[in-house]
């Protein structure tokens, strides 16, 4: 996701940010949060919505690459973090922690298993 070159091409559109998100086929909450940098991770699926509705490549790089990356990597680092090795050393660390800890380690965790296109059920969010 390239947010500059995003902005870029929406100010030469002359495009709202309910104009974009209607286009792309999301909410204008969502554009306001990505535009004004509330959200920095957005959903690889909302990403290429909005590249294809700003005009640029559907394949674009950016979104192919972390999409590439995150695949390719996925099932090697979350093998790893459960592996008969380190699970006891985790589930460990994973007691001392706070609630607040616990949760923010549970929002990367679903944030990564969206990003590779993996739905999360409402009730683990």
């Known amino acids: 996701m390239n947010l500059e070159l995003w902005k870029a091409r929406r100010k ?69 973090l459960f592996s008969d090795e380190t699970f006891v050393k985790y589930a460990r660390l994973y007691k001392m922690m706070n609630a607040a800890q616990r949760l923010m380690i549970l929002g990367v965790i679903i944030g990564h298993l969206e990003n590779a296109g993996i739905s999360v059920p409402p009730m683990l969010r």
């Open 12 to 80: 030469e559109l002359g495009l709202r940010y309910d104009d974009l998100a209607k286009a792309a086929g999301v909410s204008k909450r969502t554009i306001e949060d990505i535009f004004r940098g509330y959200t920095t991770t957005p959903r690889i699926d909302t990403v290429e919505a909005i590249e294809r509705a700003l005009g640029l490549n559907e394949k674009s790089p950016t979104v192919r690459d972390a999409q590439s990356d995150i695949a390719e990597n996925f099932v090697k680092e979350f093998g790893d």
